[in-house]
T-cell receptor, first 115, second 114 residues
Framework: AQTVTQSQPEMSVQEAETVTLSCTYD???????LFWYKQPPSRQMILVIR??????QNATENRFSVNFQKAAKSFSLKISDSQLGDAAMYFC????????????FGTGTLLAVQP | NAGVTQTPKFRVLKTGQSMTLLCAQD?????MYWYRQDPGMGLRLIHY???????AKGEVPDGYNVSRLKKQNFLLGLESAAPSQTSVYFC?????????????FGPGTRLTVL
């Protein structure tokens, strides 16, 4: 069975500081991808970053980076230089089901950014 | 290029009523998905489709039916709505040719069943 666990329901960070959101997963897939999605108050789901499981190099997108530890099945998201617009719910997700490209999501972490 | 659109944005139903949610995408994506989002539970997959004319069950399919008669549209039906189906429903689509493919999401439909 596939599971994704986000153990931090809420997090808070000061503007311009760095914050790390945690995610652990379990999968029976041999080849899979991991994603972080952002959901602001508008409710729109936006892809933040993706990681290919067979690549050891951690993915980076501007101020967003991941720490991917495959053996530990850990996939944390680091947000540097936090901005007020980063305030949102963040969901970690793992692909499964082979070519069907299905996703299983964690329960989310609500990030508040303090000015 | 509108991306993924969903109709309607809000709906209130009475128990036992039926309705259909429409999802449309203009990106020529092969794969489409329906999710529901409930407080504290993240998004859960209801049904999905890997191409025109195909559908398959996801994690929580009971009480829902779907159809994909046209490549650009994916319909989610509730035949007899129940209060447990009160939720926010999201449609998503992807190219489907690779597991790295991003799923693009619609804006969601908030459904309340009284």
């Amino acid at each position: 069975a596939q599971t994704v666990t986000q153990s931090q329901p809420e997090m808070s960070v000061q503007e311009a500081e760095t914050v790390t959101l945690s995610c652990t997963y379990d999968t029976s897939e041999s080849d899979y991808y991991l994603f972080w999605y952002k959901q602001p108050p508008s409710r729109q789901m936006i892809l933040v970053i993706r990681q290919e499981a067979y690549k050891q190099q951690n993915a980076t997108e501007n101020r967003f980076s991941v720490n991917f530890q495959k053996a530990a099945k850990s996939f944390s998201l680091k947000i540097s230089d936090s901005q007020l617009g980063d305030a949102a719910m963040y969901f970690c997700a793992s692909s499964y089901g082979g070519a069907t490209n299905k996703l299983i999501f964690g329960t989310g972490t609500l990030l508040a950014v303090q000015p | 290029n509108a991306g993924v659109t969903q109709t309607p944005k809000f709906r209130v139903l009475k128990t036992g009523q039926s309705m259909t949610l429409l999802c449309a995408q203009d990106m020529n994506h092969e794969y489409m998905y329906w999710y529901r989002q409930d407080p504290g539970m993240g998004l859960r997959l209801i049904h999905y489709s890997v191409g025109e004319g195909t559908t398959a069950k996801g994690e929580v399919p009971d009480g829902y039916n779907v159809s994909r008669l046209k490549k650009q549209n994916f319909l989610l039906g509730l035949e007899s709505a129940a209060p447990s189906q009160t939720s926010v429903y999201f449609c998503a689509s992807s190219y489907g040719t690779s597991r790295s493919n991003e799923q693009f999401f619609g804006p969601g439909t908030r459904l309340t069943v009284l």
